[in-house]
Structures are given as structure tokens and as C-alpha cells.
């Protein structure tokens, strides 16, 4: 089973001004790294959704009956289950410098698969280079519930972040494709879900909660 790993610590960036929810396109190419706005309240409370730059299905090189996902305001980081081969707290560290305590889980569709948003938000973060052990990764402040959650996307592929910092995205928009970027052992999607922006969470059990019919 592929083991992989991100550094032993991760701490959000200072927020900003308060962005207001509207349709938005990317711009230029984010610069490393960028700390953006706090969330604002957004409306979760929805059947579907219509998302400008929707990951589309593409090719998956592995799948699993790890869970099934569905078209509703919270939603799986991939349209089909995926194989997740580490799980959520301790472990035994894969690497020298690699943690013993695993602060997300990794996911293990193949390379280059998309990785779509888990709910909307506003996007408060992102390292477009390869210089850290997060690698290229993306930041979304969401409110669920009346809670502010962030959701962390990290080793992502150089090249395929699609977000820009203080963007407002829509549950299952783009953020980018599967990489090997920062401290990994492997291509995945190592997804962390913070409460409150910043104590980590079990991110099958809150998803498992959350994303139904």
C-alpha cells in the first residue's frame, strides 16, 4: 500500500478583508505563498449546484468502494471513491522528517487525476511552487453548520493549481490534479479538514457525515 505523508505541522495565514461570495474567474498565476481574506457566510444549504470550471470526471487510474458521493452542497474532493491508503492520526513515520501523527488522510486516485472543492468557500491560501512539504497546495475556508472548516489540498502537480487567494469558489470547482509535489512518497491528495481553521479533524468521518443523497 502507497504510504505518503506532509510535514509534521501545518498553521493557517493571517487573514484579511472579508471577500464577498460572487462568481469569479482566476487571474494571473498566484505567487508562493499567498495568505488571502476570511471566509464569508456562504449559503450551504443547497441540492446542486452549477460551477463555472467544474472538475470534470477524466481518467482515473485507481478506484475504491472507499465511499460513494453525491451531487449536494458537501461533497467527496473526487466524483468516485478512491483508494486512501493513510489514514487519519498516528502512524509510524513513512519518511525521516515525516510525522507520526497524520493530520489528514491520502487519497490515491493516480497522477494528474482533478481534485474538485468539497463545499464553496473562499479561498484563503496557496503555494503554486514546489518549495515546501505541502508542495503546491490550496486553502478553502468554508462555514458549515454556522462553523468556519477549511479544507487543505496539498502535493498537487506543478502546474495545476486553479485558484487564486480571496477567489470564491462553488462546491465541486476545480482546484487542481494530483502531484507528487512537496515531502511525498508518491502521487495523492493528502486532504486535511480543519475546525475553525485550524484543529484537524478526521476527514472520512466529517465527510462520511455530511455528504449524502
Same mark, same amino acid.
Given at each position: ?124 491560501? *496557496?503555494? %503554486?511552487?514546489?518549495?515546501? +512539504?505541502?508542495?503546491?497546495?490550496? /486553502?478553502?475556508?468554508? !462555514?458549515?453548520? =454556522?462553523? #468556519? &472548516?477549511?479544507? *487543505?489540498? %496539498?502535493?498537487?502537480?506543478? +502546474?495545476?493549481?486553479?485558484?487564486? /487567494?480571496?477567489?470564491? !469558489?462553488?462546491? =465541486?470547482? #476545480? &482546484?487542481?490534479? *494530483? ?24 476527514? *472520512? ?9
Amino acid at each position: 500500500m502507497l504510504a505518503s505523508t506532509t510535514l509534521p505541522a501545518f498553521s493557517a495565514g493571517p487573514a484579511g478583508a472579508t471577500a464577498t461570495p460572487a462568481t469569479v474567474t482566476a487571474g494571473e498565476e498566484p505567487q508562493d505563498v499567498i495568505v488571502g481574506p476570511e471566509v464569508a457566510q456562504l449559503d450551504l444549504q443547497r441540492d446542486s449546484y452549477t460551477a463555472g470550471k467544474a472538475a470534470t470526471s477524466g481518467d482515473y487510474a485507481q478506484t475504491a468502494a472507499t465511499f460513494v458521493n453525491y451531487s449536494g452542497a458537501i461533497q467527496w474532493p473526487f466524483l468516485t471513491g478512491v483508494p486512501i491508503s493513510t489514514d487519519f492520526g498516528p502512524r509510524i513515520p513513512p519518511c525521516a522528517g515525516c510525522s507520526s501523527y497524520h493530520k489528514g488522510i491520502d487519497m490515491n486516485p493516480g497522477d494528474g487525476s482533478p481534485i474538485q472543492a468539497i463545499a464553496a468557500g473562499v479561498v484563503r491560501e *496557496v503555494s %503554486a511552487s514546489d518549495n515546501g +512539504g505541502l508542495g503546491v497546495y490550496a /486553502v478553502i475556508d468554508h !462555514v458549515v453548520d =454556522g462553523q #468556519l &472548516v477549511s479544507s *487543505v489540498y %496539498a502535493h498537487m502537480r506543478e +502546474g495545476s493549481l486553479a485558484l487564486s /487567494v480571496g477567489e470564491t !469558489v462553488a462546491v =465541486g470547482d #476545480l &482546484v487542481g490534479k *494530483v502531484g507528487n509535489t512537496g515531502q511525498s512518497t508518491g502521487p495523492h491528495l493528502h486532504l486535511e479538514i480543519l475546525l475553525d481553521g485550524t484543529t484537524p479533524t478526521d476527514p *472520512v468521518e466529517w465527510l462520511s457525515e455530511r455528504v449524502v443523497p
